[in-house]
Every structure is written in structure tokens, then in C-alpha cells.
């Protein structure tokens, strides 16, 4: 369920998107996403990094992309967060030995001893690797196709992408999981 919430803003924007245009599925998206933050704070008093981020960056990238009159801000803007999450997640595993997977994952995912640290490490690399890619795949959509075509993407196709590295994800983690006695 916080899967489709999380999709909320991007949903409506695709939705205005068919209705309208860019710039007024840039604004629903912007107002989605406020709501959704103040909803998020109202039910749990807390707002996740995460969220802030997202939000100063659909503030941001939508305010150029309306005051500018130009698409290419909203189009760079799921690159600029991709690229954004992958450079933290590689910097601070490689720099800090600050794994933030494990950090989001350790209290679900319980690890065979013998391997764990490594485990983690390559998850964090994968997590890093597969933003950096999905932040190339959304600027070459963006570019070198049509605007309907890049909506579509960033709805249908990054969902998806995501979904499927979640499952081959899992399946590999699933290998390294300590199994419950029974």
C-alpha cells in the first residue's frame, strides 16, 4: 500500500498529463506532492529524508519547468534525484562505510553471519548501480523520444524496472538470508 502511495504524485501527474499538458501535469504533480507530505506528517508526525528531497525537487525542477515555460526542468528532474540517490548511497558506503541499504533493510532482512557485511555491500552497490542507470534511461527517453513516450516511461517503465529489480533482488537476497528455525 505505501508502494501506491508513493506513487500518488507521479499517478496524477500522468493523469493530467492525458487531460492537459506538461506544465498542468507539472503542477498537479507539485500539489500532489505537498499533500502528500502534509498528509505524511499529519497521520505520523514525521516526514523521511527521502520525502524532503522529493519534495524540494519536484518544487524546484516544477517551478523552472512553469516560470520557464520549459518541459526539458520536469524531464531532468527524475534524473537529478536518480543520479542524486546513487551518489549518496555509493559515497557514503565507499567513503563513510555508511551502508544505507543496510540501514533501511537490516531491521526486515536478516543476513547469514559468515557473509553479511559483503551481502550488503553489493546490495548497496546494486541499489547505486541501478540509479545511475535509471538516471541515463530517463534523460535518453526524455531526449530522444516523444514527450507522451517519456510521461508513459516515467510512470509505467521506471515502475516497472523498479519492481523487476526488487523481485531478482529478493530472489538473491533469498540466498543469503538466515533461515528461520523451524
Known amino acids: 500500500m505505501k508502494f501506491l502511495f508513493d506513487l500518488f504524485p507521479i499517478i496524477l501527474f500522468f493523469i493530467a498529463f492525458k487531460f492537459g499538458d506538461i506544465y498542468t501535469a507539472t503542477i498537479v504533480a507539485m500539489v500532489a506532492t505537498i499533500g502528500q507530505i502534509l498528509w505524511v506528517y499529519y497521520r505520523h508526525r514525521k516526514i523521511d529524508a527521502m520525502q524532503w528531497v522529493s519534495l524540494v525537487m519536484i518544487l524546484v525542477f516544477g517551478s523552472l519547468t512553469i516560470f520557464l515555460h520549459d518541459k526539458t526542468f520536469i524531464q531532468l528532474k527524475p534524473t537529478a534525484l536518480y543520479w542524486l540517490f546513487s ?3 555509493f559515497i557514503s558506503s565507499e567513503f563513510f562505510q555508511k551502508n544505507w541499504i543496510q540501514v533501511f533493510m537490516g531491521k526486515q532482512v536478516t543476513l547469514k553471519e559468515k557473509n553479511s557485511h559483503t551481502v550488503w555491500r553489493h546490495l548497496n552497490r ?3 548501480a541501478f540509479f545511475f542507470i535509471m538516471g541515463g534511461l ?14 508513459n516511461f516515467k510512470l509505467f517503465g521506471s515502475t516497472g524496472l523498479l519492481v523487476i529489480f526488487v523481485i531478482i533482488q529478493g530472489i538473491w537476497l533469498s ?5 528461520p528455525a523451524e
Open 87 to 89: 551518489s549518496v548511497l
Open 126 to 128: 546494486a541499489w547505486a
Open 138 to 151: 530517463n534523460l535518453y527517453i526524455a531526449f530522444e523520444y516523444s514527450e507522451e513516450t517519456w510521461v
Open 175 to 179: 540466498r543469503h538470508m538466515e533461515q
